[in-house]
């Protein structure tokens, strides 16, 4: 190494140390970019509905937290669709590796297994759900982590907004990635409260390219209050106007959810 800078001119050598810390600063970024999986869980009566909330309550979320998974988080829509009902488990990993492996460490713990045992061993014609969608995210560069909501409301009366942005082409989804990071869309929703829990790009689901994020509100009219404050925001307003965010979301759609009770959100 002392001959290889003894040989180079200063100018390459600051270029060379620079470019090196450049690179070294971006990945240590995105190395503590978190990964967060979205699970539905699809079921069609009150029975199979008691059955999942007994399992993630009593087995999936405290094996979860025994294995160093913290804050997940357990939504149901306000408005359910009687023929097809909905369960989301939004669980938040450090690291890929833990996302890839957590499911597989938390099959080796005995509590987990007897706690679930309901769900773990039931039969083929009487399942708890009709089925499970898995959707994978990774945490956006200028969000990093999930937050914990700062609201004051009743539990039972708060809002959850889950939304959906696709885009037409993987082109035109980045520019909307890069609306809400460099253009820096998500200092406009902390300016009203909206308390965003993750702010994020989908690496694997069903509908994509996307991007999916998580605004939280003490009520429904919190949420209309607010959605109008951010609308006619000047920095939003002139975003909205900029060449290369045009067209950039085919397909937009929310969630409303309310936590459950034992949800750590």
């Known amino acids: 190494m002392k001959k290889f800078y003894k040989n180079c001119p200063v100018v ?9 810390c450049l690179f070294s600063g971006l990945y240590a970024k995105a190395a503590s970019q978190y990964y967060y999986q979205i699970k539905i869980y699809h ?3 009150a029975t199979q509905e008691s059955r999942l909330d007994a399992y993630l309550q009593n087995a999936y979320i405290p094996a979860l937290h025994k294995a160093g998974v913290k804050n997940v988080g357990v939504f149901k829509l ?4 009687s023929l097809d009902r909905k369960i989301y488990v939004f669980v938040p990993y450090r690291t890929w590796d833990a996302l890839e492996n957590t499911d597989q460490k938390i099959l080796k713990d005995q509590t987990y297994l007897d706690a679930g045992k309901d769900y773990l061993e039931a039969a083929y014609n009487n399942s708890p759900y009709t089925r499970i969608e898995t959707i994978i995210t990774r945490a956006f560069v200028n969000a990093p982590v999930p937050n914990m909501p700062d609201l ?17 082409t993987e082109k035109l989804h980045a520019s ?39 605004t939280t509100y003490n009520t429904k009219q919190d949420n ?3 959605w109008k404050q951010f609308g006619k925001d ?6 909205g106007k900029m060449p290369e965010y045009q ?15 034992y949800s750590d959100y």
């Open 12 to 20: 390459f050598i600051a270029l060379f140390v620079f470019t090196t």
């Open 224 to 226: 209309i209050d607010k």
């Open 78 to 81: 306000i408005k359910q669709d």
């Open 234 to 239: 000047p920095q939003f307003v002139a975003l």
């Open 152 to 168: 004051t409301g009743k539990k039972a009366d708060r809002v959850y907004e889950l939304r959906s942005y696709e885009g037409a």
């Open 247 to 261: 067209h950039n979301v085919s397909k937009g759609e929310s969630f409303f959810l309310y936590p459950t009770d």
């Open 43 to 45: 079921f069609k009566n």
């Open 176 to 214: 909307k990635v890069k609306m809400f990071n460099i253009g820096d869309e998500m200092a406009i929703f902390k300016k009203y409260g909206m308390n965003g829990v993750f702010y994020s790009e989908v690496i694997a689901g069903s509908h994509m390219p996307n991007l999916m994020y998580m």
